[in-house]
Structure formats: C-alpha cells, structure tokens
C-alpha cells in the first residue's frame, strides 16, 4: 500500500480512537452526562479500553487469515490508546471516586476482587506502553522484547475479568467479550501447536541426513 495511503489511515484510526474521549468531554461541558457522571466517565473509558485492546490483539490473527500485511501498522498505535483509555479510567477512579486517599485505594483492592482484576490489568499493560518504542527493542533484544510485550494477553484477561466481576446484572458484554478473547488466544494456540508441527519434521528430516 502507498505510503500516503497508510498516512491517511492512520489520520482516520487517530480520529476514531479519539472519538470516545472528544464525546465525553462534550458531555461534560454541556451538562449530558446524566444523572451519575462518575459512574458514565468510569464506564465508557472502561470499555473503550477493553474495545482498543481487543481490537490491538485482532489485528495479527486478521493479518495472517487477509493476507493484508499492512495491518500490523496499526497495532502498536492501538494498543497505546487502550493504555490512553486505561489511564482515563484509573484516574478517573483515583481522582473522583477515592480522591487519592491511599488508604482507601488500598482497602479497596484489597476487599473488591474486581479493582484488583482492574489494578492488575493496568499494572501489565504499563510495560508495554513503556517499551512501546523502536528503540525499546533495540535496548531490550528481539525475544525479550516480545516476552514482556506477552503481557498483553494476562492484561486482557484481567481486564475481561475486572469488568465481568463489575458487573452484577446483564452480564452480555463481559460474556460478549470473553468469547471474542477467549477466541483470539484460541487462534494463537493453534496456530502456535501448528508451527510446532511444521518444525519437528523439518528437524528429524536434518537430523537424518
């Protein structure tokens, strides 16, 4: 694909990742939040953190079935909104629910399994936004760098986990999106056992000459 194509993309993927913050600043400046604006703030970054880091580990299964390569651009930048997305939402619990009393922060992971789940998925993406860069992969090595960016997928779960123990009623958006994960680690597995495959008779064949 042209690079100007992929530019312009990129403009679009920007937009639409910073789509769900422009609307709930709207709403906050115009009195739309509804009747709990805590509980609408603290919901919406939340799923758009779990929307972004879903849609960042679609992204490699999708190029391996199109064929389309130049999908795998977009992934990092993806996945650095989820992280942005997950920032609003812990501050969002920091700042206007706890108001930054540590004590309270403390006994609250402590007693509500839920904002454990929560701690811990932010917890292990933070690393990976960290080394998010060229030069983190320069600076850590090829293998290594990929073993901490494997965090990724025990921060989906624990992400999938906080929202499905949030949540007390409808549960159709957590089971929604526990198929969707359970899925994409699905492929990933197999797709891991089916490379194991290939190699062991290339190995034997080798070892036979």
């Known amino acids: 694909m042209p690079r100007r194509w992929i530019v312009l993309l990129k403009v679009v993927v920007w937009a639409l990742c910073l789509s769900p913050v422009t ?14 604006p805590l509980s609408e703030v603290t919901l919406a970054t939340g799923h758009w953190t779990l929307y972004l880091l879903l849609t960042s580990l679609a992204i490699s299964p999708l ?9 795998i651009r977009f992934r990092r930048l993806i996945g650095l909104f989820a992280f942005f997305y997950g920032c609003l939402h812990l501050t969002t619990y920091l700042w206007f629910d706890k108001f930054f009393d540590l004590h309270e922060i403390v006994k ?7 904002i454990t789940a929560g701690m811990t998925a932010w917890t292990l993406m933070l690393p990976l936004a960290l080394t998010s860069t060229a030069a983190s992969i320069r600076w850590l090595g090829g293998k290594r760098w990929q073993t901490v960016h494997r965090l990724v997928y025990a921060s989906a779960i624990a992400g999938v986990v906080h929202f499905w123990w949030l949540v007390k009623r409808d549960l159709t958006r957590p089971e929604m999106m526990a198929a969707i994960l359970t899925l994409l680690l699905g492929v990933r597995v197999v797709d891991h056992f089916l490379a194991n495959r290939r190699i062991q008779p290339t190995a034997v064949s080798q070892n036979g000459d």
């Open 63 to 71: 190029r391996k079935i199109t064929g389309i390569n130049w999908l």
């Open 108 to 114: 609250d992971i402590y007693k509500r399994p839920f």
């Open 23 to 36: 609307l709930l600043a709207w709403k906050a400046t115009h009195d739309e939040l509804g009747a709990n």
